[in-house]
């Protein structure tokens, strides 16, 4: 049976006359922690019957006691009866049966987010993160694809947390497809919400680019990363040679598995704990992770090693992190050399309860266990564990290492858990060590540069390949038509990036790229690779994205808007006005989440996928929205004081006199203030 025949059976609609064979977990995959959302009886009726909703009556006999059984057993009903068969992965654009060829780049991106090979947990429909969920169930894949498959150009697809609503009526230049992961109001939306409303099937957690069907496997923190070392080098080190320079971390699984692939490029000592066999062996077959060990002798010996020769290299060590801290720590002490220069953590703290923190006290199998059976102990060893974590990360930093929480929600959750991580005579949620994006990254994103993505919808490396080689030449162009120095060494990364991407072979799953770029660098990107496909130089569409972690898209205040200074760090207008102004300005498909990288409740953020198809049409719907998709950041960080982005905004403003925005003045006698207040007082 030929590939079209199998996809056009996946569009067809639920496979109900007759239902697929039942289907149990299959344990030669990994498989999501199961949780234990503390149903009451009330509930427990609720969650099936909202189940077995998307099935004719006469299948209920047989789905109501499987369904029961998942709820009782996994804590949702994830209905693997439904699981499909065919491979799941980004066909071609053209295999996929449809009427618009919009709705086809969707079911492309949708299928590379459950590919096993991206995929952390495929069986549970979980991208990444732990709990970052594309769908909720497996009916809502078949319903989705089924509605995807007979869009029309004047229709557009709505999805409530995983739920296809369904198709209604819009018109050409609306988005084909909008969706809204885990929207609450504000009062009901605590972790405990969360568990008992998931389980409910009536909401999810989408993570940032796992419920917009953008993720492009690890590849996509990649560049970020190394960016991050890169710029980290630069701030705390004085220096842009990383050779034999130490960085220290956590994570080896979803988007934590670049951090060994930046190691190398970086040309650092790259040593990653990993508790997981399973996700550091992923790693290491992908040729990311140069070596493995689960002996800290062998560590502690291969760490001086590499220091003395300057080798580049990634270490993995499989093993608790805590236990890799803890060692450091104690080598410190010993003989009073710090073998650490620059270290972060990258576990997933926003989940911390679910298996995104594993604590060092107990194997990963016994976690596992105890996540199921006895929470509460759990809670408890996890918050050990941290508060031990810290306790050796700090000895460190004292001797001079420097330290900086990746957006993961590690200090937040660390300083819950009663770790010495706050800073000294500072108000509550001002923590010891920096936000990356607080001290690293923030800049960046002031002078409108974030994780711009491509796909090649053709499935061609060669496509690929073109549009590495079209990015060269856009930037240098940029580049040679001169750029002000403040953003000239950003350029020159993100020239040497695009230069070398091809050779580090970081594809995983879809034809994808990463290049971080500000406005104008985004809009001729667009505009090159739009006249590429119109020519036939490009072999199909490509897809636009980005992370939803840039300039615009996310209010995250221990994260992307940590450096936000006006008091506003604690308000999302900005992501959600981004995701509107992307709607009306010509994406193909727009979202907006709650929750992404630091938790459930933390954090507002929205995306966007928008097609090239070699139109007229094409090249001004991503002038128009990419020039928004920037600008709304810019304006938002100049007017919170931000004097990075007021330069950076007024450069747009002078190239486009149709931009007009408000520029703060700001107070420059401060004793003006003392006066006033002490007047009113």
């Given at each position: ?459 061609l490396a060669s496509d690929l390949a073109t549009t590495d080689r079209l990015a060269m030449e856009v930037l240098n162009a940029i580049v040679a038509s001169g750029v002000p120095e403040y953003v000239q060494q950003q350029y020159a990364d993100n020239i040497l990036w695009i230069r070398e991407a091809g050779k580090h072979e970081m594809v995983v799953g879809s034809q994808a790229r990463i290049l971080y770029s500000d406005r104008q660098g985004r809009i001729a990107l667009a505009v090159a ?134 520029i703060p003045h700001e107070v420059k006698d401060e004793s003006l203030l003392d006066c006033a207040l002490g007047q009113s007082a």
């Amino acid at each position: 049976m030929s590939t079209m025949a199998t996809l056009k059976e996946l569009c067809s609609g639920l496979p109900v006359d007759p239902i697929p064979q039942e289907r149990t977990r299959d344990p030669n995959v990994p498989h999501a922690p199961n949780r234990r959302p503390d149903l009451s009886p009330h509930d427990q009726r609720l969650a099936l019957r909202n189940a077995l909703r998307y099935f004719p009556q006469s299948c209920h006999e047989v789905l109501a006691p499987e369904f029961a059984k998942e709820l009782h057993e996994y804590g949702h009903i994830y209905m693997y009866r439904f699981r499909p068969v065919l491979a799941m992965k980004a066909y071609p654009i053209e295999e996929y049966p449809c009427n618009c060829q919009q709705a086809a780049a969707i079911m492309h991106m949708m299928m590379n987010n459950l590919d096993p090979a991206v995929a952390q947990f495929p069986h549970e429909l979980v991208t990444y993160g732990g709990n970052g969920q594309v769908l909720s169930n497996w009916a809502q894949f078949w319903l989705a694809m089924s509605y995807l498959s007979q869009m029309t150009d004047d229709q557009t697809l709505v999805m409530y947390s995983g739920h296809p609503m369904g198709l209604h009526p819009s018109s050409p230049s609306s988005p084909r497809l909008v969706i809204t992961n885990g929207m609450m109001v504000p009062n009901y939306s605590s972790r405990e919400d969360y568990e008992r409303l998931f389980a409910l099937g009536v909401t999810m957690y989408g993570q940032m680019t796992a419920g917009s069907y953008c993720y492009i496997g690890p590849q996509g923190i990649v560049h970020g990363t190394t960016l991050t070392v890169l710029n980290a080098a630069r701030k705390y080190l004085g220096s842009n040679v990383l050779r034999g320079k130490v960085y220290v971390t956590s994570g080896l699984g979803g988007m934590s598995g670049a951090q060994a692939k930046a190691a190398t490029i970086s040309g650092c000592i790259g040593v990653i704990a990993e508790a997981s066999k399973e996700a550091l062996m992923k790693r290491y077959r992908q040729g990311w992770l140069l070596e493995m060990t689960s002996n800290l002798d062998h560590c502690m010996t291969r760490i001086r090693s590499a220091r003395d020769a300057e080798e580049t290299l990634s270490l993995g060590y499989h093993g608790n992190v805590v236990d890799l801290w803890e060692r450091l720590a104690m080598e410190y002490e010993r003989t009073g050399e710090c073998l650490v220069d620059l270290a972060s953590d990258q576990t997933s703290c926003h989940n911390p309860y679910g298996g995104g923190y594993y604590p060092v006290q107990v194997s990963v199998e016994e976690s596992d266990r105890l996540i199921e059976t006895d929470p509460n102990r759990f809670r408890s060893l996890v918050q050990e564990s941290l508060r031990r974590q810290v306790a050796a990360i700090n000895t460190l930093t004292d001797a001079g290492m420097k330290f900086w929480d990746y957006g993961n929600a590690f200090l937040l959750e660390a300083s819950r858990a009663g770790a010495d991580v706050c800073a000294t005579d500072a108000p509550p949620g001002q923590f010891r060590y920096p936000s990356y994006v607080q001290d690293i990254m923030g800049e960046i994103f002031s002078m409108g540069f974030g994780p711009f993505r491509w796909v090649c919808a053709s499935g061609l490396a060669s496509d690929l390949a073109t549009t590495d080689r079209l990015a060269m030449e856009v930037l240098n162009a940029i580049v040679a038509s001169g750029v002000p120095e403040y953003v000239q060494q950003q350029y020159a990364d993100n020239i040497l990036w695009i230069r070398e991407a091809g050779k580090h072979e970081m594809v995983v799953g879809s034809q994808a790229r990463i290049l971080y770029s500000d406005r104008q660098g985004r809009i001729a990107l667009a505009v090159a690779f739009n006249k590429a496909i119109a020519s036939g130089e490009l072999k199909g569409p490509v897809i636009l994205s980005r992370d939803h972690h840039d300039v615009s898209g996310t209010d995250s205040p221990y994260r992307e808007t940590s450096n936000i200074t006006d008091g506003s760090m604690f308000c999302a207008d900005m992501a959600v006005q981004n995701v509107i102004g992307d709607s009306f300005r010509g994406a193909t498909w727009v979202a907006v989440h709650n929750g992404g990288g630091v938790g459930w409740g933390e954090v507002v953020n929205g995306g966007f996928g928008l097609v090239l198809d070699g139109s007229e049409d094409a090249a001004k719907r991503a002038s128009s929205m990419l020039e928004w998709d920037v600008c709304n950041g810019i304006s938002r960080r100049s007017w919170a004081g931000n004097s990075t982005a007021e330069t950076t905004l007024r450069r747009a403003m002078a190239a486009n006199p149709k931009l007009q925005i408000s520029i703060p003045h700001e107070v420059k006698d401060e004793s003006l203030l003392d006066c006033a207040l002490g007047q009113s007082a």
